[in-house]
């Protein structure tokens, strides 16, 4: 059900981007209601300009014009990375943490070097941090001014990730942005956003289900997203799953 949920949320987000992108900000100072991790901070890098999308989208028409690309082998392509391979590279992290309290110490302490000790490290994750959710606090990541991202551990940045209602409301009303993605947070539940940069990108570390504690690191595994290691989303038991 939650995931259903969080799935219409984000088609509706999506929906909205074109709307939402006249009210696009530029990145707020940090002092805001909710806590932004975000450092000073010199990207070298600014947000794609909308003629760079355009060219993009010529060249893969072109290419699918005379027949050198399949459009529905690069959908699949791209499906592998953005919501397969990476993202169970962070599933399997994440799974090991809530079955291993050593190896949960290490990664909270460096996440760098505890991800890498799972063989996934290299460009676009040199520099982990790993944040932890809990009954009272509830991490949320975003990169303010372009679309910083751990592709070792998540794999491609979605679409709404990169967009720019996504990149303003995470900090202007993260709480807000969440429920829209089908995540309902009580209002004593901290939010907390942290702001990913060319030269730190974060990992959620999110809270482990009720009920899971019989499942193997396999099976924990299998239940970790995409979403649930950005924060627009928790970790639940599938409906007729393990219960204590």
């Known amino acids: 059900m939650g995931n259903k949920r969080g799935a219409v949320g984000r088609r509706k987000f999506l929906k909205s981007a074109a709307a939402g992108a006249a009210a696009m900000v530029t990145k707020p100072e940090t002092g805001q209601a909710q806590q932004v991790a975000a450092q000073d901070q010199d990207h070298d890098h600014q947000v794609i300009p909308s003629d760079l999308t355009l060219r993009v989208k010529a060249l893969e028409s072109l290419l699918v ?97 990169k967009s720019a209602p996504y990149r303003s409301r995470a900090v202007i009303d993260p709480r807000g942005l969440v429920r829209e993605f089908g995540l309902d947070l009580p209002q004593d539940v901290e939010v907390r956003v942290w702001d990913s940069t060319a030269e730190l990108r974060y990992l959620v570390l999110p809270e482990r289900p009720a009920g899971s504690d019989k499942m193997s690191e396999d099976e924990l595994t299998a239940l970790v997203t995409r979403d649930a290691m950005i924060g627009v989303a928790k970790v639940t038991l599938p409906a007729g799953g393990n219960r204590k």
């Not at 050198?68 to 953005?82: Q, S």
């Open 65 to 161: 014009e005379k027949g050198l690309v399949d459009p529905l082998a690069l959908d699949a392509l791209i499906d592998t990375y953005e919501n397969k391979v990476g993202p169970r590279n962070g599933a399997r992290v994440v799974a090991k943490a809530w079955l291993d309290p050593a190896y949960k110490k290490r990664l909270l302490a460096d996440a760098t070097a505890a991800i890498a000790e799972l063989g996934f490290s290299g460009m676009q994750g040199e520099h982990m941090v790993a944040v932890e959710n809990g009954p009272k606090v509830h991490n949320l990541i975003v990169c303010t001014l372009c679309s910083c991202y751990p592709w070792p551990v998540l794999g491609l940045p979605p679409a709404w990730y």
